[in-house]
Structures are given as C-alpha cells and as structure tokens.
C-alpha cells in the first residue's frame, strides 16, 4: 500500500498552479436606456471551453447598482437597483429590471420613536406580462399645532391607508408595461401621491416604495429586450432626450 502513495503524491505534485485569472475575460454591463448611464460596470467569466459555453453561465446574473451612478443624480443615491442579464451580444451583456430597494442607512434614518409605521405590500401585474411585488412604507406625523409628544394611529386608521397603498400600488403598475412602471419609480413621485391620498384619514410623511421585487417574467424575448435597449436609444439623437432627462430631474426636485 505505501508505493501507491508514494506514485499519487508524486503525480499531485507535476501539475502547474495556473492562474485562475488567465481563463477569464470581460464582459460590459449595458444598462437600459432609461437611465442615463448605460456602460454601468464590467463582468467577468471563465472563458468558453468545450460545452461551457460563457454566455449561457452569464445569463441570470443580477447586478446591484445605486440609481446615483446609473443617473448621475446624488440626491437618489438611497436607491438600489438590481439589474439581470437577459443576453449576452458580442462582449455586451444586455440587462432588464430585476428590482429595486433603498439603502439600509436611509430605511434606518426614518425609524424613529414616539410614530408609527405603516407597511404594505401588493403583487400587480404589468400589460406586459411581468407579475412585481411592490413594498411601501410610510409614518404619521405631527400635526402642525399638536402639543402631544406621540402621534400614533389606531389600527383602524392604519388599515384605511394600507388600503389606499394597495390601490396606489395597484393602479401604477396596471395601467403600462413594465418600461413605465420603472420610470415612475425612478422619479420617485408615488410616495408623495400616496401622502396626499392618505393626509384625509391621517397625516402621514416619508412615504416610499421601499423595495420592487420581479416575482415572474414573462418568456424570454429578444425583440422587446431590444426595446429597453433600443427604442428611447434612438431617439437620444433627436431632442427627445431632454425631456425624459427634465421628467427625472422634476422627479428628484420634487423629493428635496
């Protein structure tokens, strides 16, 4: 039994420590063309090598960005946009939407004593056949003369405002497709609607649509991923840009 031993670490030891880093090679990130940044970061995979083939391990990957770098706007740099590679073109990875979250920091800064805090979350489906969760949050507040330290809500009141979260949520990923939910939630308005709808039953403040899941895509397809790439990319050319750039700024302007 030793000679065989003997042999096997011998053999062990003839192969070469190779670098990893010398079968990999790098893929750009192309995000979609409604935010303003589209080389959004790069991505890296072993090389293709008999039926591995690269593409086919790079679809499916979700990538974390903040909305700052990807629309060179500070004022969102609480937003976390998840982005999935759909497919691989070339060097290209083209990505599509996979969710949206806020920062920890942020969520953190919000909380505090002496309120309560309202949450709901509802599954819509968009015309274009994607099913997304969607979370809100918001907080009452003080009214403007109100000597109270506390001010919290009877549960009553907290299951009116749900219910006006839910039809707000409902209502805004129904009536388009995904495209436009998306941007509606990048401008970041819904918060401030939902407030206004809620001020009636009790004043509440901080409002937001705290985290965006994709729960179910619908078949794979080139051409309308191409339209996420494609369609407003042809209109930067014309002077069309400008304004869905004025509609993002108003979004963020409207937040400060």
């Known amino acids: 039994g030793k000679n065989k031993r003997l042999t096997k670490s011998k053999k062990g030891s003839k192969k070469k420590a190779v670098d990893p880093f010398q079968k ?3 893929y750009k990130l192309i995000a979609p063309s409604i935010f303003s940044e589209k080389n959004c970061g790069k991505t890296i995979i072993t090389k293709t090598q008999g039926t591995k083939i690269a593409s086919d391990y790079l679809k499916g990957r979700v990538v974390e960005l903040s909305l700052a770098d990807l629309n060179n706007n500070e004022a969102m740099s609480f937003r976390k946009i998840k982005l999935c590679i759909e ?3 070339g060097f290209n990875c083209l990505l599509n939407f996979h969710g949206m979250d806020m920062t920890r920091d942020k969520l953190c800064s919000l909380i505090k004593k002496k309120q309560s805090i309202i ?3 509802v599954d819509c489906r968009t015309t274009d056949g994607y099913i997304v969760r969607m979370f809100c949050i918001a907080f009452t507040k003080k009214q403007d003369d109100q000597i109270k330290e506390t ?3 009877k549960s009553a009141k907290m299951k009116q405002i749900r219910a006006k979260m839910v039809s707000t949520m409902s209502t805004l990923a129904g009536k388009g497709d995904l495209k436009a939910l998306v941007k509606a ?3 970041g308005t819904t918060g401030e609607e939902i407030e206004r709808e809620a001020s009636s039953i009790f004043p509440i403040k901080d409002c937001y649509i705290r985290k965006v899941k994709v729960i179910k895509k619908p078949k ?4 309308a991923l191409m339209e ?3 369609d407003d990319g042809q209109d930067v050319g014309a002077n069309v840009t400008p304004a869905i750039v004025e509609e993002n700024v108003a979004g963020s302007g409207g937040r400060l």
């Open 185 to 187: 939630l990048i401008s």
């Open 151 to 153: 001010c919290y809500a």
């Open 119 to 121: 949450e709901a979350n």
């Open 228 to 230: 996420w790439h494609t």
């Open 87 to 89: 497919d691989v073109q």
């Open 24 to 26: 990999k090679e790098w």
């Open 220 to 223: 794979f397809d080139v051409t």
